[in-house]
């Protein structure tokens, strides 16, 4: 078989996961806001499943790796967990035993000649410190983190050499202060946009304390993942686009502004203050953001958005929301994802890719997340055992031939991660929907490789298809 699609030299075919949904929570002496989640309010998650045991990752992690290598990955990033690994968050003193698993995970991935990359913040903020600070929206909170993250560097710095800071912060500020989607679940536009900004400043903080470690000096890179979503404008209409616009500078550029340029997007301060809603910084603050961007990025993309102009008028009683600026727009005809309810537009790869190429220094990055979720595969178990996710291998074909085009063109691309090695746990929707290029049967733990994870090994052996 000719192959087409030839990717650059040592390209990273890997995939991406997740601490707290995959390890359970075997031995873990903290709850994250997800666990506690749980713990008060099981029917919010989808037929009443946590993640105490999710893909048991904690017991079986020298199986699964061992897996991820027998389909070829090269690179896999998860995270260590800060309520795992950490005893006292106020003096990120360890739990021994957590240091222990965190050391055989990482020598294990290695030993199976595959690159680890560790993310130090996926969604797990310690409920502990939400009650007692109020989590991200305190600056004190953002401290123990660099405490946390500087443990992560002097522990693991000598064999992990590719870092992460957080795994979608936008998705935090949608999910706990905007959308409702992640404990605590509140609405308030405000604290959003402080949140937000704080989550930079968390960032970029870290950064710095990597710049200062032994990993760094030795050639060790400090990046974050991001989710974008590229926004596209219903028509070319003025108040169309303009509501695209306000779309990509509130959920897109607020991140990808500050952490490859150092500075926040002029257009969005301009908004946010007209409406007495920018945050609260400092000059100091502002210079360690502007002097610690990252290394590389992190390129989650799963769907577009898609906007117009809004078409009630914003209610004046009503408390700040993003949402004052636009409507979300439902292209008529568009592809959907109908498990997941989100829209398949593989084209938006490459706007991605060139975005980062013309207007953000053609920083070297990678896909760190891309992936179909299906709700019952199991239907399409063949009579050897084998289910045929061929949905799925279509969907990354369809969207590595995008980034391919683009590498063509000149993006800086070296690598493509899939969501997800192993079926795992998805925070409320649990185990509805199915990620992995492997299968986990949630009863007896028996994993098979599907349809798709033979597909993979043979593009990361053929470096193309
Ligand atoms: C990303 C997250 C992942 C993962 C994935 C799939 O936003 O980084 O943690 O869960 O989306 O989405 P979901 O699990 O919501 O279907």
Known sequence: MSIKYKFPKNFWWGAATSGPQTEGRFNKKHANVFDHWF??????????????VASNFYNSYKEDIKMMADIGLNSI???IQWTRLIKDFETAEVDTEAVAFYNQVIDEFLKNKIIPVMNL??????VELYDKYGGWESKHVLDLFVLFAEKCFALFGDRVKHWITFNE?????????????????????????????????????????????KCAKQGG??????????????SQA???????????????????????????????????????????????????????TVDFLGVNYYQPRRAKSKGAVWDKTKSWMPDKYFDDYELPNRRMNPYRGWEIYPQAMYDIAINIRDNYNNIHWYISEN??????????RNADGLIEDVYRIDFYEEHLRYLYKAIQDGANCFGFHAWTAIDCWSWSNAYKNR???????????????????????????????
């Not at 607020?254 to 000059?283: C, Y």
């Open 435 to 465: 990620y992995g290029y492997i299968a986990v049967d949630l009863i007896t733990q028996i994993k098979t490789i599907k349809k798709s994870g033979y597909w993979i090994k043979n593009v990361a052996k053929e470096n193309g298809f």
């Open 221 to 234: 890179e400090i990046g974050v993942v991001l989710n974008l979503t590229p926004s596209y404008p219903r």
């Open 371 to 380: 992936g179909m979720g299906v709700e019952g595969e199991e239907k399409y």
């Open 238 to 292: 003025e108040d169309d686009i303009k509501a695209a616009a306000f779309v990509e500078d509130f959920f897109n550029k607020s991140f990808l502004d500050p952490v490859v340029k150092g500075e926040f997007t002029p257009s969005l301060v301009q908004t946010l203050r007209k409406d007495g809603v920018l945050w609260e910084s400092t000059a100091e603050e502002l210079a360690i953001i502007k002097n610690n």
């Open 121 to 126: 913040q996926h969604f797990d903020l310690p």
């Open 77 to 79: 990033r998860t995270s």
């Open 169 to 213: 912060p936008m998705v935090i500020v949608e999910g706990q202060y905007l959308y409702k989607f992640h404990y605590p679940n509140i609405v308030d536009g405000k604290k959003a946009v402080q949140v937000l900004y704080n989550l930079n400043l968390a960032s970029a903080k870290v950064v710095a304390a990597f710049k200062q470690s």
């Open 39 to 52: 713990d008060i309010e099981k029917n919010a998650f989808f037929n009443g499943v946590g993640p105490n």
